[in-house]
């Protein structure tokens, strides 16, 4: 056993620390923003510059120098933010900057800094603390940001510190998104620049509708439980407005009906006018508003709907030089990009993501093969060209005519600016994957299968230990080594490993997305059997007398599903975070495909598994953070609550001081391993 392996993991941060992120290219092409810690075990963010012209990298900001080590005290803004960013790092998290990339603004501890890119001159701005959220006008004049719910403003000199927008009752917030936004519909946002930078368009939070929650840590009895305003599905949203705030202290309230359409998904700001993006309740219906600045009447420029649900896509709206509109749109199998309501985009290359718009060129992200995330590029003359070949998993930005390519393949993690490297101080891991990748089955389920390091075929008769997600969030069978870590680990312990995505995870188009239907457990479960079976089929090592599966969150549910209603293929399971009751999770994820509750009791009842505990008849090891605030420790409790009430014997593992993230944990996965191997027991 390589006991050192999962320790180095956690405290890589499974090797992302070290490695150049959150990139930003100046308009005139000739450098490039991002962060990056000084090594692969230092998690402290710095800000850098890398010179297009001379291929050289300068240290902007070194957040040490301000105060901000591993340990250095985070703001509960700026922990909330990173918690829903899945963003574990310290020191500089985030950055901004004016439209020309002059000067960039962040907080560190609290305090709101600025720095002139040029000479890499930090100001401390003076501002009120502690500061979060902080983002610098497009003209480089004035920099907002946000103080406890107040949205607030300083002049980038660090003269005229004044409000903007300040809370009128208890639980209103200005300038921040509400839980659904940032957790659900990655709207990390609540505030807008003009391109001016004359006034903004802010978000008016009023959480007094949602239901409160505590979250206790048990091993800090000192301190009281913390209250979290969580809308649970079927409960009331947070009420949401917008509201144009000049510098001069003007203030017009954007009308649209939020009765009607109570979800804000976008807003976007540019040359071409002030867009937002509405949703209703049960998300089948997402309009694009036009606003008037002057008045905040808006009106209707594009209405989508689906009898299922209408898919938030990143990247959109958003226009290009010449003022023409970029969307998607659904066209039978495929996720098109469209330009002006034309798509543009050839059908079965699923769009992912639009990243960049560099005058009239479109830099995006899209998928013939779901293994496989590739950019390219579209623009009036030429078209659509693909820039990346290796398979893999890619993104990047693009502006002046320089492209960032951050990839992450089967051979590793690199990044390069117009093909020259920027440096990576990641550490360099002991475990080498090789996943086998391949299509399995009727319905062509993406998997990969991982065997031992060195296992020859036909040696050994392998337990098999399922590995999957199965949520809607992401994909595990991917052409990229970072995503097994875990994977090959535990096959490198005597199993042989399997990752399939099934029926409703992302990358193969919009029926895909939607094949499940509103049955959560059926197909999802169905699918990882069959994979099962077919990658047995294909490989004669596999002992399907000693089979396993762990997983975390969507894939914590699955684990548990598959002991409670398939005991006949899954003789143990971990499941890490659970959703066990899906009347408890978040009301704009759940509603998607469940609908409200009241319309669709049976779909919901269907989908949980409380219910399911007299039927537990396997191993069954339940692992929850104690702090998680996406899926709260409730749903271990109530689930282990029923199995106890069953007589059903069955472990729960409690993390204190852990969140929805769970990475890090030590040991974590030793315990895991022992509970499986003592599970399954030697092979027959």
């Known amino acids: 056993m390589n006991s050192m392996f999962p320790r180095l993991v956690a405290r890589t941060q499974r090797f992302t620390l070290g490695c150049p992120r959150r990139f930003t290219v100046a308009p005139d092409g000739s450098r490039v923003l991002f962060l990056r810690s000084h090594g692969g075990l230092d998690p402290v963010g710095h800000l ?34 990173r918690e829903r960013a899945r963003d574990r790092s310290a020191g500089i998290g985030s950055y901004a900057t004016d439209a020309a990339v002059r000067t960039a603004v962040f907080t560190v501890a609290g305090r709101l800094y600025a720095v ?82 004359r006034s903004l368009v802010a978000a008016r939070v009023d959480n007094t509708p949602v239901q409160v929650w505590y979250v206790a840590d048990p091993t800090r009895p000192e301190r009281p439980p913390a209250a979290l305003r969580y809308p649970a599905a079927g409960t009331p949203n947070a009420d949401v407005s917008l509201h144009l705030l000049g510098l001069d202290g003007g203030r017009t309230p954007v009308d649209w009906d939020r009765a009607a359409f109570e979800y804000v998904t976008r807003v976007v700001w540019d040359a071409a006018g002030l867009l937002v993006v509405v ?49 998607t749109v659904d066209d039978g199998d495929t996720r098109r990009l469209t330009v002006d309501g034309v798509p543009v985009t050839a059908p079965g290359l699923q769009l992912g993501e639009v990243l960049s718009v560099d005058g009239d060129t479109v830099l995006f992200a899209a998928r013939h093969e779901p293994a496989q995330r590739h950019l390219w590029t579209w623009s009036p003359g030429g078209g659509t060209a693909r820039l990346t070949a290796k398979p893999g998993l890619y993104g990047g930005r693009r502006a002046g005519g320089v492209t960032v390519v951050d990839a992450r393949t089967l051979d590793g993690e690199t990044v390069t ?50 590995d999957p997600y199965g949520g809607s969030a992401g994909q595990r069978a991917v052409a990229a080594r970072s995503g097994y870590w875990a994977s090959q680990w535990f096959a490198d312990q005597g199993f042989a490993v399997i990752v399939a995505d099934g029926r409703g995870t992302p990358g193969r188009g919009p029926r895909w997305e939607r094949a499940r239907g509103d049955d959560h457990a059926g197909p999802r479960l169905q699918d990882q059997v069959d994979a099962l079976h077919a990658a047995a089929e294909r490989f004669g090592d596999l002992d ?83 702090l998680d605030d996406n899926v709260l420790p409730v749903h271990t409790m109530k689930l282990s609550e029923a199995l106890l009430a069953a007589g059903r014997p069955h472990t729960v593992l409690p993390l204190p001081g852990v969140t929805h993230l769970g990475s890090g944990v030590p040991n974590l996965w030793e315990y895991e391993l022992h509970f499986l191997r003592t599970s399954l027991g030697p092979a027959t």
């Not at 003076?126 to 406890?148: F, L, S």
């Not at 996943?435 to 296992?455: C, N, S, Y």
Request: with cysteine; charged share 25%; glycine share 10%.
């Open 544 to 626: 399907l007398d000693r089979v396993g599966i762990r997983g975390w969150s969507a894939g914590g549910y699955l684990a548990a599903l598959a002991v409670l209603r398939r005991p006949d293929v899954f003789h143990a399971a971990v499941a890490g975070a659970p959703v066990t009751d899906h009347l408890l999770y978040s009301s704009h994820w759940q509603e998607r495909t469940l609908g409200l509750p009241a319309e669709n009791p049976e779909g919901y009842a269907r989908a949980s598994l409380i219910a399911d505990a007299p039927n537990l008849r396997r191993p069954l090891l339940l692992v929850h953070g104690l």
């Open 116 to 197: 002139d890119v040029a000479s890499a001159e930090v100001t401390d701005l003076g501002a009120r603390g502690p500061a979060a959220e902080a983002r610098i006008d497009p003209t480089g004049r004035t920099v907002a940001y946000v103080c406890e719910a107040e949205l607030r403003a300083v002049g980038r000199d660090g003269k005229d510190d004044r409000t903007l927008a300040e809370p009128d009752g208890p639980e209103v917030s200005w300038g921040l998104p509400e839980h659904e936004a940032s957790e659900s519909m990655n709207r990390f946002e609540g505030y807008w620049w003009a391109p001016d930078g």
């Open 417 to 466: 600016v117009d093909g020259h490297p920027l440096r990576s101080f990641a550490a360099e891991p002991a475990v080498r994957p090789v996943p086998h990748l391949m299509a399995l089955g009727e319905r062509k389920l993406r998997t990969a299968v991982l065997f031992p390091t060195g296992h020859a075929p036909g040696t050994a008769r392998l337990p098999v230990l399922m």
């Open 279 to 327: 949703q209703n309740r049960r998300q089948t219906v997402m309009r694009v508003l036009t606003v008037d600045p002057a008045t905040g009447r808006t009106g209707v420029l594009r209405e989508d709907t689906d009898p299922s649900w209408t898919t938030i896509v990143e990247g959109v709206p958003a226009h290009t030089a010449s003022g023409a509109l970029l969307w």
């Open 48 to 81: 850098w510059s890398y010179e297009v012209e001379t291929g050289t990298e300068r240290l902007l900001v070194d957040a040490a120098g301000l105060g901000a080590g591993a340990d250095a005290p985070v703001s509960e803004r700026e922990r909330a933010r």
